[in-house]
């Protein structure tokens, strides 16, 4: 439909019910039909028949709201530019903060033009399937084979993973080879899944992937990664950990699940419980701790019969498939072995640092998505005639989230730069420490950021739709980054018990 000029004063006629007219930003929108259908009734709308709204109304809605309802603009101001950018896919905020620093003109040790190139094609695919991943969250439903096939076919599932032999000889967004994939463009795929801000979802559809498949790529023999990386990889498959128990959580030496030989040695007999198994309601596969003659072992187990899954709810979407797991009676091949029987420490153990990188990122973008959206609060909110912004106090909160991310945000670029430039030896032997360290200081970071973000937009902050939903989605679920991979606790005891172990025996004050 071709869009009209109009002029203010010609939109001023059009301010009774039936013919109600209303500006937005240079822009006008014909609300005759739309007010009785308004969420906020009649009234808000009737008040500015034939009126300017801007302000009032970005002082009450998030601009996806006008694309949603484009259909009723009928017009332009005559001789007047909009003065409010919409967001283009693929594009970078301009907010201050609300990007990492390589992408908001500083200069960096770390990033190139690949990884450049590499943001802007990862950005218009998620930005692509947002709208998908969100709705999945608000039904609370189960992410759909087709969602998980177009995760699988762009590679978001593969490069989640990480860099390695798995990626070589694929082609990935934006033209760049597997081979040349690093750490870095992982911290790229992350933090764009998680600019979805369905923290629920993403856990169902990406993380309990993220935790599991290197228990086969790396612990499988090659019949097992023939068998089964390729539909995982490709979003045919899903996978899950399940290690925790009702009787087990950090501790993981007390799981009680077990896995007998049977009499022909052919099979594991596999019985016993797991609990808060992210993605486990939708899983075709469970990678399993388990207890066998002579300590723990790590099992590939395939929902057969008497694999049970039902649902836990927690605080985030039931999306994300939290499951009380089940495993009785349940038949294994002695072939689904992950490593070696009685060692499976070592699989469990050689993916924490991995897993933990993985969050730290996540939790990273988290703050600096609530941080931008903060900044555009506090600058179109007015309270007692000023804007926020113009409020010390508004100020404090705002350099106070924004120093605590950035410390995190720069320690954790660090952490890649070692993790591109060790061996796994290497890794293992020198950032389990830190690494646990900074997701110790990221998960504290999140907890202010969350508690600052919510005062900041005050009821609007605890309501899950509107302008406040990217705020009351981190205050529900942000303690899940504090507990799940290590709980805050674990993870500041392990950094200093780490440092300890290199501390110089001769060293006095």
Not at 23 to 43: E, L
Not at 162 to 180: C, Q, R, T
Request: proline share 4%.
């Amino acid at each position: 439909m071709s869009l009209k000029t109009f002029t203010r004063e010609e939109v001023t006629r059009h301010n009774v019910e039936g013919d109600l007219w209303i500006i937005i930003d240079a822009s006008v929108y014909d609300m005759s039909r739309f007010v009785d259908m308004h969420p906020g009734g009649a009234f808000p709308i009737l008040e500015f028949a034939g009126k300017d709204a801007t302000d009032d109304f970005y002082g009450l809605h998030r601009q996806d709201v006008l694309v949603k309802y484009d259909r009723y603009r009928i017009g332009t101001i005559a001789n007047e530019q909009p003065q409010i950018e919409f967001y283009k896919s693929g594009e970078m905020s301009k907010v201050p903060y609300a990007e990492s620093s390589a992408w908001m003109g500083f200069k960096s040790p770390y990033f190139n033009d690949s990884h450049f190139k590499f943001r802007v094609a990862v950005r218009k695919i998620c930005d692509s399937l947002a709208d998908e991943a969100r709705a999945f969250e608000d039904a609370g439903t189960k992410p759909s084979d087709e969602f998980m096939k177009k995760l699988g076919e762009n590679h978001l599932l593969s490069m989640n993973i990480g860099p390695g032999p798995m990626l070589h000889g694929l082609v990935l967004p934006s033209g760049l080879k597997g081979e040349d994939f690093d750490y870095f463009h992982e911290i790229i795929v992350h933090e764009e899944t998680a600019r979805w801000k369905v923290r629920g979802f993403d856990d169902g559809s990406v993380a309990g992937m993220v935790i599991s498949a290197p228990t086969i790529i790396n612990f499988g023999t090659p019949a097992l990664k023939k068998k089964y990386i390729p539909d995982i990889f490709s979003g045919k498959k899903r996978i899950c950990l399940a290690i925790t128990e009702a009787f087990a959580g950090s501790d993981v030496a007390r799981i009680r699940t077990t896995a007998v030989k049977t009499a022909d040695g052919k099979h594991y007999l596999v019985n016993g419980t797991k609990k808060w198994i992210t993605g486990g309601c939708w899983a075709d596969l469970f990678s399993v701790a388990v207890q066998t003659d002579k300590g723990m072992s790590m099992l590939l187990i395939e929902r057969s019969e008497g694999v049970e899954t039902k649902p836990i709810k927690t605080s985030y979407s039931p999306s994300a498939g939290t499951a009380y797991v089940t495993f009785e009676n349940v038949l294994v091949p002695v072939e689904n072995l992950l490593g070696k029987e009685n060692q499976g420490f070592v699989v469990v153990l050689s993916n924490f640092n991995h897993e933990r990188f993985v969050m730290i990122t996540q939790v990273s973008m988290s703050a600096r998505l609530v941080i931008e959206e903060c900044f555009k609060w506090a600058n179109q909110r007015k309270v007692f005639g000023k804007r926020l912004i113009d409020q010390p106090v508004i100020r404090n909160k705002l350099a106070k989230m924004v120093a605590s991310l950035e410390s995190v945000h720069a320690w954790m670029e660090n952490i890649a730069y070692q993790m591109n430039n060790m061996t796994y030896d290497e890794q293992s032997e020198k950032l389990a420490g830190p690494i646990a360290l900074l997701k110790y200081q990221a998960t504290r970071m999140i907890h202010d950021v969350s508690d600052d973000a919510c005062q900041i937009f005050g009821g609007r902050a605890i309501t899950k739709t509107g302008m406040g939903r990217t705020v009351e989605t981190l205050q529900r679920t942000y303690k899940f980054s504090a507990i799940l991979g290590g709980a805050e606790e674990i993870m500041a005891d392990l950094g200093i018990r780490q440092a300890m172990k290199y501390f110089p025996r001769g060293a006095r004050l």
